[in-house]
Nanobody
Framework: QVQLVESGGGLVQPGGSLRLSCAAS????????MDWYRQAPGKQRELVAT???????NYADSVKGRFTISRDNAKNTVYLQMNSLKPEDTAVYYC???????????????WGQGTQVTVSS
């Protein structure tokens, strides 16, 4: 009953920018933490950036100063603005949210389908 739809990935040259979006829809009552993870080939999935509801964003050291996470609670959407992209940023990017649906008394985790980001000249 909850869907996460990601968009915005693609191919970009080193130094370029991309903006990822992830919209949550469905029977959403409370939207808590919203995150972006990424997984490069042969590597474990890693947390890139996280933004709690009404809180302060946190970033992996590898993206600090280059990436910005933001959210629009009215649209149940989280964004990841990626600037000064490097080849090592190449990965599949996944959004992740923790939310409560109507009729439920507990929070659950939901994942987007993933979007490919390739940084190459």
């Amino acid at each position: 009953q909850v869907q996460l739809v990601e968009s915005g990935g693609g191919l970009v040259q080193p130094g370029g920018s991309l903006r990822l979006s992830c919209a949550a829809s469905g029977n959403i009552f409370i939207l808590n933490v919203m995150d972006w993870y990424r997984q490069a080939p042969g590597k474990q999935r890693e947390l890139v950036a996280t933004i709690p509801s009404g809180g302060i964003a946190n970033y992996a050291d590898s993206v600090k100063g280059r990436f910005t996470i933001s959210r629009d609670n009215a649209k149940n959407t989280v964004y990841l603005q990626m600037n000064s992209l490097k080849p090592e940023d190449t990965a599949v990017y996944y959004c992740h949210v923790v939310l409560m649906t109507y009729g439920s008394m507990r929070y659950k985790d939901y994942w987007g389908q993933g979007t490919q980001v390739t940084v190459s000249s």
